[in-house]
């Protein structure tokens, strides 16, 4: 089967399942190669349902993960977002499409080879930067956030990042240690956390200052 029918059958899989559910968020998913930013020996697995391994012990995330997040997210047209792990650039990749030409992504990436990966996939995304640095102090020369997602688990959510989301601004992270991990949507009004349990995910740490 070649991969545009694997990928076909996935997202139709992601919308018939209401994990895919908004027309932006979708075609983004149709657009970007996920093969494009897999290690070249799983290309042909670029469409399973499952994380695949990238460099230094990361991985990509499913892409079931994947959409729970960026729908999540609510991600709009001409938006200002953090991502806090580049990783493989996939997930960046996806949120540049959903912000557009006017929007603004930021990932940063604390690996030095992640990064020069992540860059190198990203390199024809215009509206985004990657970033070599440590992701859990967030990226205070450009806050406020309209939002963060964050893509490595910490024990707790890094205030660093609560601090820099925009008023009514949605931040998305893993936050747990070892395979106890919920998925926290947490929204800013007037200045406190509204959160919500999305449920259980495992992630890789965290690691940074404010992280593990």
Do not use: C, W
Request: aromatic share 8%.
């Amino acid at each position: 089967m070649i991969l545009e029918e694997k990928k076909k059958i996935l997202i139709d899989y992601l919308v018939r399942n209401n994990i895919l559910k908004t027309k932006k968020i979708i075609k983004a998913f149709k657009t970007v190669q996920r093969e494009k930013f897999v290690l070249p020996k799983y290309k042909t697995h670029a469409y399973i349902d499952e994380p695949l391994p990238i460099l230094d012990g990361q991985t990509i995330s499913q892409p079931t993960t994947i959409a729970i997040m960026t729908e999540a997210l609510e991600p709009k047209t001409g938006q200002k977002i953090l991502e806090i792990g580049a990783g493989s650039g996939y997930q960046a990749a996806i949120l540049s499409k959903v912000v557009g030409a006017r929007g603004k992504i930021y990932t940063i990436e604390r690996l030095e080879k992640l990064y020069k990966y992540a860059k190198r996939k990203l390199r024809n995304y215009k509206n985004v930067k990657v970033i070599h640095g440590d992701g859990s102090k967030g990226y205070e020369e450009r806050a406020p956030f309209d939002r963060i997602i964050v893509t490595a688990a910490a024990p707790k959510l890094p205030e660093k990042l609560f601090d820099q989301l925009k008023e009514n601004g949605v931040l998305i992270a893993p936050v747990g240690s070892g395979m106890q991990q919920r998925m926290l949507k947490i929204r800013k009004i007037r200045g406190k956390k509204k959160e919500e349990d999305l449920g259980s995910f495992v992630f890789v740490p965290l690691v940074g200052e404010f992280g593990h």
